[in-house]
């Protein structure tokens, strides 16, 4: 299994910047893509962006040039970090990385983190 652990939400003031990072700890996966998604209040959740384990990296058009993701593969880590923030960034971010297992079936399977609450306050 993998388990994923992200940290550093908080409470900002738009304009304000946040670097929220997400810990994937396993033993029998290889972790290959990451990314961050994000559930607004009311709404459904939504992808914020993708980086492959080469570091290419795709955004969702509301955060281009705001938001960079980025990861550490011998940490198997990736990170998010939110500049410019809007009150429309406010929801619960989630991490999520896709990996393959080391063994038979040798499958790729999708891993979720619980979620960290970002608030922007205008």
């Known amino acids: 299994q993998v388990q994923l652990e992200e940290s550093g939400g908080g409470l900002v003031q738009a304009g304000g910047s946040l670097r929220l990072a997400c810990a994937a700890s396993?033993?029998?996966?290889?972790?290959?893509?990451m990314g961050w998604s994000r559930r607004a209040p009311g709404k459904q959740r939504e992808l914020v962006g993708t980086?492959?384990?080469?570091?290419?990296?795709n955004y969702t058009d509301s955060v281009k040039g705001r938001f960079t993701i980025s990861r550490d593969n011998a940490k198997n880590t990736v990170y998010l970090q939110m500049n410019s923030l809007k009150s429309e960034d406010t929801a619960v971010y989630y991490c999520?990385?896709?990996?393959?297992?080391?063994?038979?079936?040798?499958?790729?399977?999708?891993?979720w983190g619980q979620g960290t609450q970002v608030t922007v306050s205008s």
């Open positions: 396993t033993s029998t996966f290889t972790i290959n893509g």
């Open positions: 999520n990385a896709n990996a393959r297992s080391a063994g038979f079936p040798f499958k790729s399977y999708d891993f």
């Open positions: 980086i492959s384990r080469s570091g290419t990296t």
